[in-house]
Protein backbone atom coordinates (compact mmCIF):
# COMPACT_ATOMS: atom_id res chain seq x y z
CA UNK A 1 0.00 0.00 0.00
CA UNK A 2 1.27 3.50 -1.44
CA UNK A 3 -0.12 6.69 0.36
CA UNK A 4 0.69 10.53 -0.46
CA UNK A 5 0.62 13.55 1.62
CA UNK A 6 0.31 16.43 -0.33
CA UNK A 7 0.93 19.81 0.62
CA UNK A 8 -2.06 22.44 0.44
CA UNK A 9 -1.48 25.34 -1.54
CA UNK A 10 -3.29 26.76 1.54
CA UNK A 11 -0.67 26.04 4.16
CA UNK A 12 0.74 29.08 5.59
CA UNK A 13 4.46 30.13 5.10
CA UNK A 14 6.63 30.75 7.55
CA UNK A 15 9.00 32.74 5.78
CA UNK A 16 10.67 33.88 9.14
CA UNK A 17 11.46 30.54 9.99
CA UNK A 18 12.78 29.18 6.82
CA UNK A 19 15.21 32.23 6.71
CA UNK A 20 16.06 31.06 10.39
CA UNK A 21 17.13 27.43 9.37
CA UNK A 22 19.11 28.37 6.09
CA UNK A 23 20.70 30.61 8.43
CA UNK A 24 21.26 27.72 11.03
CA UNK A 25 22.72 25.66 8.12
CA UNK A 26 24.77 28.27 7.26
CA UNK A 27 26.25 29.11 10.75
CA UNK A 28 26.11 24.99 11.07
CA UNK A 29 28.33 24.70 7.68
CA UNK A 30 31.11 26.70 9.26
CA UNK A 31 32.19 24.15 11.17
CA UNK A 32 33.44 21.17 8.61
CA UNK A 33 34.63 23.98 6.12
CA UNK A 34 36.90 25.43 9.02
CA UNK A 35 38.44 21.56 9.64
CA UNK A 36 38.42 21.18 5.85
CA UNK A 37 40.45 24.09 5.41
CA UNK A 38 42.98 23.80 8.66
CA UNK A 39 43.75 20.20 7.90
CA UNK A 40 44.30 21.31 4.14
CA UNK A 41 46.99 23.57 5.77
CA UNK A 42 48.25 21.24 8.22
CA UNK A 43 48.85 19.38 5.29
CA UNK A 44 50.48 21.26 3.14
CA UNK A 45 53.07 22.32 6.20
CA UNK A 46 53.83 18.39 7.13
CA UNK A 47 53.29 17.21 3.71
CA UNK A 48 51.02 14.44 5.81
CA UNK A 49 47.22 15.49 4.90
CA UNK A 50 44.62 14.12 7.80
CA UNK A 51 42.69 12.95 4.85
CA UNK A 52 39.89 10.86 6.60
CA UNK A 53 39.54 13.80 8.81
CA UNK A 54 38.84 16.06 6.14
CA UNK A 55 36.24 13.38 4.20
CA UNK A 56 34.31 12.89 7.40
CA UNK A 57 34.08 16.60 7.97
CA UNK A 58 33.39 17.08 3.70
CA UNK A 59 30.78 14.10 4.18
CA UNK A 60 29.10 16.15 7.14
CA UNK A 61 28.27 19.26 5.38
CA UNK A 62 27.17 17.68 2.56
CA UNK A 63 24.71 15.39 4.36
CA UNK A 64 23.29 18.31 5.95
CA UNK A 65 23.13 20.51 2.96
CA UNK A 66 21.23 17.51 1.15
CA UNK A 67 18.99 16.90 4.15
CA UNK A 68 18.43 20.74 4.50
CA UNK A 69 17.13 20.65 0.16
CA UNK A 70 14.85 17.72 0.40
CA UNK A 71 13.48 19.22 3.44
CA UNK A 72 12.79 22.31 1.46
CA UNK A 73 11.38 20.34 -1.47
CA UNK A 74 9.14 18.34 0.55
CA UNK A 75 7.27 21.72 1.72
CA UNK A 76 7.25 22.90 -1.33
CA UNK A 77 3.21 23.67 -2.08
CA UNK A 78 1.79 21.08 -4.67
CA UNK A 79 4.90 18.89 -3.54
CA UNK A 80 3.57 15.21 -3.16
CA UNK A 81 5.30 12.86 -0.32
CA UNK A 82 5.32 9.59 -1.39
CA UNK A 83 3.99 7.20 1.46
CA UNK A 84 5.15 3.06 1.85
CA UNK A 85 5.76 0.58 4.03
CA UNK A 86 8.93 0.91 5.97
CA UNK A 87 11.13 -1.24 7.85
CA UNK A 88 12.25 0.90 11.11
CA UNK A 89 14.92 -1.14 12.22
CA UNK A 90 15.72 -1.00 8.37
CA UNK A 91 15.81 2.60 8.63
CA UNK A 92 17.72 2.60 11.89
CA UNK A 93 20.58 0.11 10.49
CA UNK A 94 21.25 2.36 7.37
CA UNK A 95 21.28 5.64 9.64
CA UNK A 96 23.61 4.30 11.61
CA UNK A 97 25.67 3.82 9.38
CA UNK A 98 25.94 6.96 8.21
CA UNK A 99 27.02 8.27 11.14
CA UNK A 100 29.23 5.43 11.98
CA UNK A 101 32.55 8.09 10.47
CA UNK A 102 31.31 10.86 12.39
CA UNK A 103 30.54 9.34 15.56
CA UNK A 104 34.11 8.05 15.21
CA UNK A 105 35.60 11.90 15.01
CA UNK A 106 33.77 12.92 17.42
CA UNK A 107 34.90 9.28 19.87
CA UNK A 108 31.11 8.67 20.05
CA UNK A 109 29.91 4.80 20.29
CA UNK A 110 27.03 3.76 18.07
CA UNK A 111 24.84 1.30 19.47
CA UNK A 112 21.75 -0.05 18.05
CA UNK A 113 18.65 -1.19 19.95
CA UNK A 114 16.00 -2.50 17.32
CA UNK A 115 15.46 -6.30 19.40
CA UNK A 116 11.59 -7.10 18.62
CA UNK A 117 9.16 -7.92 15.86
CA UNK A 118 7.86 -3.98 14.01
CA UNK A 119 5.70 -4.63 11.40
CA UNK A 120 6.22 -2.23 8.61
CA UNK A 121 4.89 1.52 9.32
CA UNK A 122 4.17 4.34 6.38
CA UNK A 123 6.19 6.60 5.79
CA UNK A 124 8.56 8.34 3.23
CA UNK A 125 11.70 6.26 3.93
CA UNK A 126 14.31 9.29 2.33
CA UNK A 127 12.68 11.51 4.20
CA UNK A 128 12.40 9.52 7.31
CA UNK A 129 16.33 8.52 7.05
CA UNK A 130 17.44 12.05 6.20
CA UNK A 131 15.45 13.20 9.65
CA UNK A 132 17.06 10.53 11.64
CA UNK A 133 20.71 11.41 9.81
CA UNK A 134 20.72 15.35 10.95
CA UNK A 135 19.22 14.48 14.21
CA UNK A 136 21.93 11.90 15.04
CA UNK A 137 24.45 14.07 13.53
CA UNK A 138 23.23 17.04 15.61
CA UNK A 139 23.47 14.87 18.59
CA UNK A 140 27.29 13.20 18.27
CA UNK A 141 28.69 16.85 17.85
CA UNK A 142 26.97 17.90 21.11
CA UNK A 143 28.16 14.80 23.17
CA UNK A 144 31.41 15.87 24.04
CA UNK A 145 30.59 19.04 25.61
CA UNK A 146 27.75 17.86 27.63
CA UNK A 147 30.84 16.25 29.91
CA UNK A 148 29.27 12.33 30.20
CA UNK A 149 31.10 9.79 31.60
CA UNK A 150 30.41 7.56 28.77
CA UNK A 151 30.18 9.29 25.18
CA UNK A 152 27.63 6.84 23.86
CA UNK A 153 24.37 7.35 21.54
CA UNK A 154 21.86 4.63 21.26
CA UNK A 155 19.87 4.40 17.65
CA UNK A 156 16.53 2.43 19.24
CA UNK A 157 12.80 1.55 18.77
CA UNK A 158 9.91 0.39 20.80
CA UNK A 159 6.15 0.44 21.17
CA UNK A 160 3.97 2.68 22.45
CA UNK A 161 0.03 2.81 22.79
CA UNK A 162 0.48 5.57 19.72
CA UNK A 163 2.71 3.61 17.53
CA UNK A 164 6.29 2.52 16.61
CA UNK A 165 8.85 4.83 18.14
CA UNK A 166 12.25 5.26 16.49
CA UNK A 167 14.78 7.67 17.88
CA UNK A 168 17.93 8.57 19.15
CA UNK A 169 18.90 8.29 23.08
CA UNK A 170 21.75 9.14 25.63
CA UNK A 171 22.00 10.18 29.43
CA UNK A 172 21.49 13.72 28.65
CA UNK A 173 18.58 14.07 31.51
CA UNK A 174 17.59 17.44 29.64
CA UNK A 175 16.39 16.26 26.86
CA UNK A 176 12.35 17.13 27.66
CA UNK A 177 9.53 18.10 25.40
CA UNK A 178 9.83 21.95 27.34
CA UNK A 179 13.43 22.10 26.09
CA UNK A 180 12.46 21.46 22.26
CA UNK A 181 9.11 23.70 22.49
CA UNK A 182 11.08 26.85 23.61
CA UNK A 183 13.93 25.73 21.20
CA UNK A 184 11.66 26.62 18.55
CA UNK A 185 10.38 29.58 20.02
CA UNK A 186 14.34 30.62 20.34
CA UNK A 187 15.00 29.53 16.50
CA UNK A 188 14.23 32.76 15.13
CA UNK A 189 15.72 35.38 17.83
CA UNK A 190 18.63 33.21 19.13
CA UNK A 191 21.97 31.59 17.78
CA UNK A 192 22.18 28.83 19.84
CA UNK A 193 18.16 27.72 20.80
CA UNK A 194 18.62 24.32 22.30
CA UNK A 195 21.65 25.26 24.88
CA UNK A 196 20.53 22.30 26.96
CA UNK A 197 20.70 19.82 24.31
CA UNK A 198 23.61 21.35 21.66
CA UNK A 199 26.31 24.14 21.91
CA UNK A 200 25.61 24.63 18.18
CA UNK A 201 22.93 26.46 16.26
CA UNK A 202 20.88 23.20 16.59
CA UNK A 203 20.07 22.56 12.72
CA UNK A 204 20.22 19.63 12.07
CA UNK A 205 17.19 19.27 14.75
CA UNK A 206 15.32 21.78 12.97
CA UNK A 207 16.59 20.42 9.75
CA UNK A 208 15.15 16.94 10.84
CA UNK A 209 11.71 18.98 12.35
CA UNK A 210 11.43 20.24 8.96
CA UNK A 211 11.76 16.92 6.82
CA UNK A 212 9.33 15.30 9.55
CA UNK A 213 6.70 18.04 9.40
CA UNK A 214 6.57 17.83 5.66
CA UNK A 215 5.41 14.24 6.29
CA UNK A 216 2.84 15.22 9.02
CA UNK A 217 5.12 13.54 11.47
CA UNK A 218 6.45 15.34 14.85
CA UNK A 219 9.42 15.23 16.60
CA UNK A 220 9.09 15.00 20.72
CA UNK A 221 11.27 13.87 23.69
CA UNK A 222 11.44 10.25 24.36
CA UNK A 223 12.82 8.03 26.90
CA UNK A 224 13.79 4.44 26.43
CA UNK A 225 15.39 1.78 28.85
CA UNK A 226 15.96 4.74 30.92
CA UNK A 227 17.75 6.74 28.26
CA UNK A 228 16.86 10.41 27.14
CA UNK A 229 16.37 11.42 23.58
CA UNK A 230 14.54 12.69 20.61
CA UNK A 231 12.09 10.12 18.97
CA UNK A 232 9.41 10.12 16.49
CA UNK A 233 6.09 8.05 16.52
CA UNK A 234 5.55 6.34 13.30
CA UNK A 235 1.82 4.70 12.75
CA UNK A 236 1.84 1.23 11.61
CA UNK A 237 0.39 0.31 7.82
CA UNK A 238 -2.93 -1.33 8.61
CA UNK A 239 -3.13 -2.76 4.98
CA UNK A 240 -0.46 -5.44 6.02
CA UNK A 241 -1.42 -5.70 9.44
CA UNK A 242 -4.77 -7.07 8.13
CA UNK A 243 -2.97 -9.36 5.73
Avoid: C, W
Wanted: aromatic share 4%.
Amino acid sequence: MRGKVKVSADKPTNHTSSARLLLNVAEELKVPFLQIARKAEIGQITAKPELSTIQVAAETALNLLENYTLGVRMSLEGYETNLEPVSVPAVLYDTSTRLRALAKSYGVSLELSIAGRYGPVMANKAGLEAALVSLGAALIEALPAQGAGQLKLHLASHRSPAGVVAGLYGQNKQISSEVLKNGRKLQNSSRQPLTNISHTSGAGIFVADALLDAMDLNLHSSRHQGLYGLGIVLKPSRQLELV
